[in-house]
């Protein structure tokens, strides 16, 4: 994966400025400009405004008006001329206002020319102006920050100079067009550009020479050339539109309102009609490459170079969607080649196109890719060989589509809400989009999604675009004949002159005066939804938002809501069972309660009065107490100290601690070598399990069963080490006979089923958490998840019997706890960790119940060798009941073997254990075990205890 990464950030940080440098040399393109002389009022006001700081500027040097002219060039969208004279330093000046149809911002260019009598001209200019200067120029071509630094450095290079001289303005407007004509005819000549078949005043760049114009322009952007701007640091800012500005703007001689309203519908369409530039390409690309890292993020770590191939293919198609119906519905601005990535689609336009057309343009690029990536989906449940690659394309083409349906601006599904609705209801569109956002964020923090973190911060960003549409629409709605004309270019004169009469001409040529009035174009001859397009189109958007939504939340919610139905299944269960354990009706008096309690306490407490954690290991907090408590144990009732356990007055986890306490003061005598001892706390032992019980739940009646089994292994040690007379083996021997009775069903078919419910219980809240932490892609989680939820209906709507409910009343009716019938007379219903809770519940009765059947025949043994001067049986051998069998070894003993023929008698695993659809549980190791006898030497034991 660091791998993948390396290569791909490689591939973007050479690729993506060859990429740009491509595209800005693609739009290189050389006008040839022609000046026409016009009066200062046929500029309109805006110009004149921002430009007289300049103007001024310029002034402050000596340099006073002498020519206005209008540029026209195809590459202008607008343009001026200023030709100031400075008589004393007999210098020309030249000011330009350039917007360009490139797209790019105005800008303002200085240049000064100062004529020498050998017909040279020394010009400094503060931007690249050609790589092919006319012979007689002797030029400075680089960027200044101030019109003070430019002139003095022209200042310097003509100062002291006597050939200076001074031609009059019509000689030196001609000087202009010549230059203008050389520079035009060496670029031809150069080879590198020639002109195109439309017009010989354009000229395009040879492709041939496309490799060789790549490092200039990248030279050029680097050090600054290439940057025009329309201030200095040292010219003033522009004054304010002032409001009295109206259509007369030149006095009596001005401007009509026919005339005022013409011309503001000619620098519209030329300022609207701008193709992309350089920079609106290299936006777009941020954009892609935006998201393109977006998804790699998210979806594609472990592949990122696939993730890009895949989110670039599926954005082409996306745009794809859009520009078809375009085409079809004769939309204006849209390119007859479909080109992806170049914002074909944000050119279209066809302002008084219906309501359903719109429809149809907006949902046309998300709903196929969205079809398309459903059916993947849904193929490759079907179709388990379908390529990874593939179901990864249909999963990463649901999201981004899915992402683009969302209802906020500018997505496709926030267009068709704001088409359908919010147009006419512009003040619910912010209160909807911060909904919208607030639900979002808190969906990503139950789920701790970074996804849902991402869109909805996205979604917040709407706002303010909200803010600023919901002025466009009251501005549009005052209009009496909003709706009613179809004609552009009426509608336009209509806004303007509706301007011009309430004296609001200042607002043409305000900062992206153009744009607003496009907005406002579209919002007054947009045609008003039919009943029938919006109840279709909104049907259509909460249906295709729907379908991607409710699949989430299948995925997410489905195995939960399926796992909370049996958590509540086996609650029922539980109640089942719990009516007949054996209930609690001993009391305890006051005082016993008190002196309990204390006891507790001072096991609760640590040092200097400190809460003592309790860990699920009664051992690891038995040795730390041991000193405090042990001598007060050995004088405790442990009957009274089990009634308070079961009724709650100590903690849960205190009365294992107590019986921990006391097993290990056992073994610590028993390797002590202290047979009294031992011999007393042995019997004190057993008395204590036998009044522990009834377990109350399978980690009490597993921590019992491990205790009494290191009980039995140091009475076995003790026997064969001869230290146990006749007397002591009977009585150890009635006290094992005691325990070994059969086990009370009620107690341990509720043991059963109660360990089962708690374990789907976590297992439900474990499942809950996981859905958090669900993998971004989550097509690969998505059809194991929907198996396991088709599989769970089924057994809901099957009513089937969970196997540890079946098997417990078994027990209850055979009365034969820990056996595992070959058939149950019912379907039941069994998970694989209910299968493995079975085999381990059955199999630790199973190894306790053997256990103490050889620790009996041990003691036995014993007291038969006592008896009969130190001999054994002969060929002793003894079945056990449940598929075990007891054997005297003699050659290498002698000691006791117990073997476990389980396997041979029936399977180890039942058949309604194990479905053919689930995998087979384990049945655990074999219980085998050798007890030594007196004389044997030590044996390694074959299983654990």
Known sequence: MSFGFALLALVFATGLPLFCAFIAVANVRRYRVKAHPCDSYQVPPDVRR???????????????????????????????????????????????????????????????????????????????????????????????????????????????????????????????EADEQARHEAQVKGGEFVPTRQDPDILRLRFARLPSRVMPLLADFFTGRSFRSATRRDVAAPTKARVDENERVGGPIGLSVNQAVEQDLARYRALIAVRSSPLDHLRRIVVLLGTVAFFIAIFGRDQPLQTALTVLVLAALHEAGHWVPMKLFRYKGVPPVFIPFTGATERGRKLHAPAWQQLVVLLGGPLPGLIAGLAMLAHGYFEPSTPRWLLDAAGMAVALNALHLLPVLPMDGGKVIDLLVFRDMPMLRPFFTVTASLSAFAAALVLKSRVLRYIAAAMFGGVLWDMRTIQVVRGARKLPWAGEVNDESEALRRIFRGMREEGQGAFIGSEGWHKKIEALLMEVMRKRPAFITRFAGGTLLAVSGAIPALLMVGVLLGPVLSDAGRVVRNAEHVIEFRKTFPKETRQLSAEDQATLIALATETETGPEQSVRPLTDEPSETAADVLPVIAKRLDQLDWNKANIASRSNLIGARVLPIWVEV????????????????????????????????????????????????????????????????????????????????????????????????????????????????????????????????????????????????????????????????????????????????????????????????????????????????????????????????????????????????????????????????????????????????????????????
């Open 50 to 176: 921002r430009m007289a700081p300049w103007l001024n500027r310029m002034g402050h040097f000596g340099f006073r008006q002498v020519q206005l002219s209008r540029l026209e060039s195809a590459g202008y969208a607008e343009a001026h001329r200023w030709i100031l004279l400075n008589e004393e330093e007999r210098t020309y000046a030249t000011l330009e206002r350039t917007v360009p149809v490139s797209g790019a911002g105005a800008s303002v260019s200085l240049t000064m020319f100062t004529a020498l009598r050998d017909g040279t001209l020394v010009v400094t200019a503060d931007r690249r102006i050609t790589h092919h200067p006319p012979a007689w120029w002797q030029d400075v071509q680089r960027f200044f920050g101030t019109v003070t630094s430019q002139w003095k450095l022209h200042y310097s290079r003509v100062r002291g100079d006597k050939e200076r001289v001074l031609p009059p303005i019509e000689k030196f407007t001609g000087m202009l």
């Open 662 to 945: 006391q097993c290990l003061q056992l073994e610590r005598s028993a390797t002590a070598g202290n047979r009294a001892e031992t011999l007393e706390r042995a019997e004190e032992m057993l008395g204590i399990l036998a009044a522990a019980e009834p377990a109350t739940s399978l980690e009490r009646r597993q921590l019992l069963s491990s205790i009494e089994l290191r009980v039995l292994s140091v009475v076995e040690r003790e026997a064969s080490a001869g230290r146990l007379e006749v007397d002591d083996l009977d009585r150890l021997d009635t006290r094992i006979s005691a325990r070994n009775t059969a086990p009370d069903p009620e107690v341990e078919s509720l043991l059963l089923v109660a360990a089962w419910a708690e374990r789907s219980r976590l297992s439900a809240i474990a499942d809950a958490a996981a859905q958090a932490s669900l993998d971004p892609r989550f097509w690969r989680d998505l059809y194991p998840r929907i198996r396991v939820v088709r599989r769970l209906l089924t057994e809901q709507n099957a009513k089937l019997v969970p196997a540890s409910v079946a098997l417990a009343r078994h027990w209850k009716t055979s009365r034969r706890v820990g056996e595992l019938p070959p058939q149950l007379g019912m379907k039941v219903a069994v998970d694989p960790g209910e299968a493995s809770l079975i085999l381990g519940f059955c199999e630790g009765h199973r190894r306790l119940s053997w256990r103490r059947i050889v620790t009996l025949s041990a003691l036995r043994m014993e007291s038969f060798r006592q008896k009969n001067n130190g001999n054994f049986p002969k060929n002793w051998k003894h079945s056990v009941p449940g598929g075990a069998e007891l054997k005297l070894v003699l050659d290498s003993g002698p000691f006791i073997r117990l073997t476990d023929r389980l396997d041979q008698i029936q399977g180890s695993v039942p058949m309604w254990l194990t479905p053919p659809s689930l995998p087979l549980p384990r049945s655990g190791p074999t219980i085998d075990y050798d007890c030594r006898l007196y004389g044997a030497p030590p044996l390694p034991e074959l299983s654990s205890h």
